[in-house]
């Protein structure tokens, strides 16, 4: 039987890697060559990283390590979630 201790939620690890990641991203552009004040490298990002660009379908199979990072079509990220 797992340990459980109580009071502690599961998924806040989870939370505290998004609200990182988010505030790396958000309102940057993702790129192939440097990361900096506007810009993120894609090589960057974690292995497990799904890019979402507008109009682009999503498989709704939940992976709590995987990085999902939504762009507009100039390629700036607007909004970044684990799932």
């Not at 890697?17 to 900096?36: A, H, I, R, Y």
């Not at 004040?37 to 709590?64: A, H, S, W």
Request: glycine share 4%.
């Amino acid at each position: 039987m797992p340990l459980v201790t109580p009071n502690q939620d599961p998924n806040a690890s989870a939370s505290s890697k998004t609200d990182e990641w988010q505030s790396k991203l958000v309102g940057k552009t993702l790129n192939e060559t440097e990361t900096n004040e506007t810009n993120f490298c894609k090589r960057d990002l974690p292995q497990e990283t799904r890019i979402i660009e507008p109009g682009t379908m999503v498989t709704k199979d939940y992976r709590v390590n995987r990085l999902n990072v939504q762009v507009e079509k100039d390629g700036v990220v607007t909004h970044v979630y684990h799932g």
